[in-house]
């Protein structure tokens, strides 16, 4: 995450440097226009092909770790034991 942050702010330096003002082209028809067109593109790849993906995978795997991570937040507000993982993996035999 800091990686990418510090890219951005790379580039906005180099953009600067070369005189290019981003509040200009963000603001102009065209830069709205390409916006607009960037914008619509990645709400089409979502509604068509990353949708159901996600809501699959936080409505099955999701909802099991939210309600694993809630139960163990509840756990520790009312000062309870959390369970120690060695006693509950499997133990191999010889």
Sequence with gaps: MIKWI???IIIILVLSYFGI???SIIQSPTGQSN???VWNGIVY???NYL???FNYLWNTVGSALWNAF???ISNIKSNQNTPNIDTLS????N
Excluded: E
């Excluded at 499997?90 to 035999?93: D, I, L």
């Design 21 to 23: 003002n981003i509040q």
């Design 45 to 47: 790849v979502w509604d």
């Design 70 to 72: 809630t139960q163990g």
């Design 51 to 53: 949708s159901a993906p």
């Design 35 to 37: 916006i607009s067109y």
């Design 6 to 8: 510090v890219i951005l």
């Design 90 to 93: 499997p133990k191999a035999t």
